[in-house]
């Protein structure tokens, strides 16, 4: 298996309060994605990183905020959290691009998130 | 906005039964992935698909992308409880950007009764 944890597993929060999941790799992979994962809709990207200070939005990244200061570490940070973001958010990684069928994304195990 | 319709969305069958869910599109795609996750994991790919009409098979488990790469169907024969879980299918496409993009289709969560 990768090495890929998130943090934490399970969080419940109120709504307007600022959250921050975790995602770290032993891998030393290039690239490192966050996923929310919701019924009806499947997994969508919302933001990805293809290096340190590097990222770039996904399909729906409004209200996300990452950051990657290292090359193990990907931050998602919801800065003021909606109901509407009750959701399970995982983090993959790839050595190289993981959109394309030249590489493969590995996922981490997931963190349910329940704004209230 | 690309969308990948996946049916059935649930299925629960025997052991020892076939089956067989599906992938689908309007849209033509570079490749398409199939993915499998079991309750409280990650998915985890279990095979890409690349060329029109292409067949891949792993074990009990029979891929198959359509010959114009907008669809594509799982065939599992002889179920086992140990099939049982998320199957999430995924295309390869371009975006409006010129970068690849994946899409991921709704799943289908499939369970085998022993």
């Known amino acids: 298996d990768a090495g890929i944890t998130q943090s934490p597993r399970h969080k419940v929060t109120e709504t307007g309060t600022p959250v921050t999941l975790r995602c770290h790799q032993t891998?030393?992979?290039?690239?490192m994605y966050w996923y929310r994962q919701d019924p009806g809709h499947g997994l969508r990207l919302i933001h990805y990183s293809y290096g340190v200070k590097d990222t770039d939005k996904g399909e729906v990244s409004d209200g996300y905020s990452v950051s990657r200061s290292k090359t193990e570490d990907f931050l998602l940070t919801l800065e003021s959290a909606t109901s509407s973001q009750t959701s399970v958010y995982f983090c993959?990684?790839?050595?190289?691009?993981?959109?394309?069928?030249?590489?493969?994304?590995?996922f981490g195990p997931g963190t349910r998130l329940t704004v209230l | 906005t690309q969308l990948l319709e996946q049916s059935p969305q649930f299925l629960s069958i025997q052991e020892g039964e076939n089956l067989t869910v599906y992938c689908n599109s309007s849209?033509?795609?570079?490749?398409l992935q199939w993915y499998r996750q079991e309750p409280g994991e990650g998915p985890v790919l279990l095979v890409t698909v690349v060329t029109g009409g292409e067949v891949k098979k792993l074990k009990r488990l029979t891929f198959q992308f359509g010959d114009a790469r907008k669809d594509s169907s799982l065939h599992i024969t002889a179920a086992q409880p140990g099939d049982t879980g998320l199957y999430l299918c995924a295309g390869e496409s371009i975006s409006n950007f010129g970068n690849e993009k994946l899409t991921f289709g709704t799943g289908t969560r499939l369970t085998i009764i022993p």
């Open positions: 891998e030393n992979h290039r690239y």
């Open positions: 849209s033509v795609f570079s490749s």
């Open positions: 993959a990684i790839s050595e190289k691009s993981g959109f394309s069928h030249t590489d493969t994304q590995y």
